[in-house]
């Protein structure tokens, strides 16, 4: 309980400095992830390969865009909690139980780590090199994907081969070795959990994702949840939806910040909007009929 109410007071274990959206608290795994020489890597790759060639400020890095990516995203997760408490007319009432502030807590750090690490296995000019015909080739050989996996179990994350491999393919790979090596327990998250929201991926949820899942659309979708519309062993998967599309869809985190971002350090306003104005107009979305769950 103490934990939940502090993170969600924003008690913080470090400060990094960001040019575009000013300073951004970080949890102390999140510190082991960044300090991770996977994750390090991607401060020598520039996230707009040579646009730098015609607008010489456009030199920032796939690192620092990562770490905006999840101040983003968690800022996207918690403007829509908001948005419905203060819908709700909940705003001013205290008493939230336990299980609900742990679930948030939850939903919201694995939102983190799935923002963090969306773009780890990138290199350098990787859009660019799948539009080459021998590259591609390369990447469509039958064993690429198990060479790539070599010695490891990917069954929890994917549940076939790919015919092709993408660059999100090797951001999996590496967030499950940056994972691997994170106290991910002491911060009571699971690994399968991060790593299910991000691209490519078909997990199991944890039971602990489960059970935070179940907690959270009961609180937010009301009279739908109490109805039973949807069977409880759907909602987990609804809910990684929802965070999935938080990391990955069309109103997503990563577009958010590179938009911003790459705006920002080109001096090029095309494409710039309003974050803040954004944010105040995003909310929780679902429809029983089919059943989904996302951004609204």
Request: aromatic content about 8%.
């Amino acid at each position: 309980m103490r934990r939940a109410v502090n993170d969600l007071l924003g008690a913080y274990d470090k400060l990094i400095m960001d040019p575009v959206h000013g300073g951004i608290p970080l949890y102390r795994h999140e510190i082991q992830v960044i300090d991770h020489p996977l994750f390090q890597r991607l401060r020598n790759i520039c996230q707009n390969d040579i646009l730098s060639l015609v607008f010489p400020g456009a030199t920032h890095s796939r690192f620092l865009h990562s770490i905006g990516v999840m101040h983003v995203g968690t800022r996207m997760f918690r403007a829509m909690i908001d948005a419905y408490l203060r819908e709700r007319q909940l705003s001013e009432q205290t008493d939230l139980s336990l299980s609900q502030l742990d679930a948030i807590d939850y939903l919201a750090k694995t939102i983190r780590l799935g923002c963090l690490l969306h773009d780890s296995g990138h290199s350098s000019f990787s859009h660019q090199f799948t539009q080459a015909r021998k590259i591609r080739d390369l990447m469509s050989r039958p064993e690429r994907f198990r060479d790539l996996w070599e010695g490891v179990d990917y069954s929890a994350y994917h549940a076939s081969e790919p015919e092709e491999l993408e660059h999100e393919h090797y951001s999996v790979r590496v967030a499950h070795d940056v994972l691997s090596s994170v106290d991910l327990e002491s911060a009571g998250l699971a690994a399968i959990d991060v790593i299910g929201i991000m691209e490519t991926t078909d997990v199991t949820p944890s039971e602990t994702f489960c059970r935070h899942a179940q907690t959270f659309w009961e609180f937010i979708a009301g009279d739908d949840a109490i109805a039973g519309t949807i069977p409880p062993r759907d909602v987990p998967q609804l809910v990684m939806g929802l965070l999935s599309s938080i990391v990955s869809g069309e109103i997503d985190a990563d577009r958010a910040d590179y938009m911003l971002r790459d705006g920002f350090h080109s001096s090029v306003t095309i494409g710039g909007f309003n974050l803040d104005h954004l944010l105040s107009n995003l909310r929780f979305g679902w429809d029983v009929s089919e059943p989904w769950m996302g951004l609204a």
